[in-house]
């Protein structure tokens, strides 16, 4: 599976920003996708992720109310539509994707992994 990730930027705190990640080499409808994000000297952390067929999503606690994941399986894209930005949301975003069928938080449950989009929040 290939990953694609757009969407990032330049924003002021309070502002919104949407992500977009394109898959391709695999039936995107067999694969569990999420996003994580990695500041600048620190680990990276989980963000969200969603099931095979959208139904079920799980979120960060930093992020919960603010962020929401959604897929389009017929267009091979997840995205993650971000809302009420705040400084310490800036970060490399990555999205990523396992064959497993769980909703996992856990990096390296995650097979694949796109080349990241910088997010980056002034306050």
């Known amino acids: 599976v290939q990953l694609q990730a757009s969407g990032g930027g330049l924003v002021q705190a309070g502002g919104s920003l949407r992500l977009s990640c394109a898959a391709s080499g695999r039936a995107f409808g067999s694969i569990v996708m999420a996003w994580f994000r990695q500041a600048a000297g620190k680990e990276r952390e989980f963000v969200s992720t969603?099931?095979?067929?959208?139904?079920?999503?799980r979120y960060a606690d930093s992020v919960k109310g603010r962020f929401t994941i959604s897929r389009v399986n017929a267009k091979n894209t997840v995205d993650l539509q971000m809302n009420s930005l705040k400084a310490e949301d800036t970060g490399v975003y990555y999205c990523?994707?396992?064959?497993?069928?769980?909703?996992?938080?856990?990096?390296?449950?995650?097979?694949?992994w796109g080349q990241g989009t910088l997010v980056t929040v002034s306050s």
């Open positions: 969603i099931s095979r067929n959208g139904d079920n999503t």
């Open positions: 990523a994707a396992t064959s497993g069928p769980y909703l996992s938080t856990y990096g390296p449950s995650y097979n694949y």
